[in-house]
T-cell receptor, first 112, second 114 residues
Framework: AQSVSQHNHHVILSEAASLELGCNYSYGGTVNLFWYVQYPGQHLQLLLKYFSGDPLVKGIKGFEAEFIKSKFSFNLRKPSVQWSDTAEYFCAVNGGYQKVTFGTGTKLQVIP | EPEVTQTPSHQVTQMGQEVILRCVPISNHLYFYWYRQILGQKVEFLVSFYNNEISEKSEIFDDQFSVERPDGSNFTLKIRSTKLEDSAMYFC????????????FGSGTRLTVV
């Protein structure tokens, strides 16, 4: 069975600080990896996804993530956060044609 | 950009009543899903639907729940005899024919059971 772990539950940063949110997954085969964002009161939006190829994936709003197969990790990064990045971030995985499994989420609070 | 549309955006119902949550997936998608998110908790998988039948369901998706694709465009989740603990945000999603290129989620229906 596939699973996802997000180690940081709540992160507080000042504007312009760099961000890295951890995500580790468990699955025995080839996986597809995703990061979703949920702004307060809004629905889930896809930030970026990895299926194959370049392990460094660039998404919307200046976010990127790096797939490190040996570490079963897919950490999300942004060099300089803005107040508008305040949201909850979910890492997700699916193996092959299985359902997508979500992590428990990381709440990011950016202080102006 | 194509969207998944969900209606209503907010539904309030009395305990014991039946509710139907509606979703219009992206037109060329063949896989459909329902997820829910209880306030403050993680996003949980409920059910997946392909080729007019349930392909997978979670332990949450018991006899109280059912899904249907009544026509070529709508995908519905019915909750019979709602309970207080059914209060949550319900998200519909669809994915492309390959099933592996990420889901597109709808904006969700907030269900409040009183």
């Amino acid at each position: 069975a596939q699973s996802v772990s997000q180690h940081n539950h709540h992160v507080i940063l000042s504007e312009a600080a760099s961000l890295e949110l951890g995500c580790n997954y468990s699955y025995g085969g080839t996986v597809n990896l995703f990061w979703y964002v949920q702004y307060p009161g809004q629905h889930l939006q896809l930030l970026l996804k990895y299926f194959s190829g370049d392990p460094l994936v660039k998404g919307i709003k200046g976010f990127e993530a790096e797939f490190i197969k040996s570490k079963f990790s897919f950490n999300l990064r942004k060099p300089s956060v803005q107040w508008s990045d305040t949201a909850e971030y979910f890492c997700a995985v699916n193996g092959g044609y299985q359902k997508v499994t979500f992590g428990t989420g990381t709440k990011l609070q950016v202080i102006p | 950009e194509p969207e998944v549309t969900q209606t209503p955006s907010h539904q309030v119902t009395q305990m014991g009543q039946e509710v139907i949550l509606r979703c219009v997936p992206i037109s060329n998608h063949l896989y459909f899903y329902w997820y829910r998110q209880i306030l403050g908790q993680k996003v949980e998988f409920l059910v997946s639907f392909y080729n007019n039948e349930i392909s997978e369901k979670s332990e949450i998706f018991d006899d109280q729940f059912s899904v249907e694709r009544p026509d070529g465009s709508n995908f519905t989740l019915k909750i019979r005899s709602t309970k207080l603990e059914d209060s949550a945000m319900y998200f519909c999603a669809s994915s492309d024919p390959g099933g592996t290129y990420g889901y597109t989620f709808g904006s969700g229906t907030r269900l409040t059971v009183v």
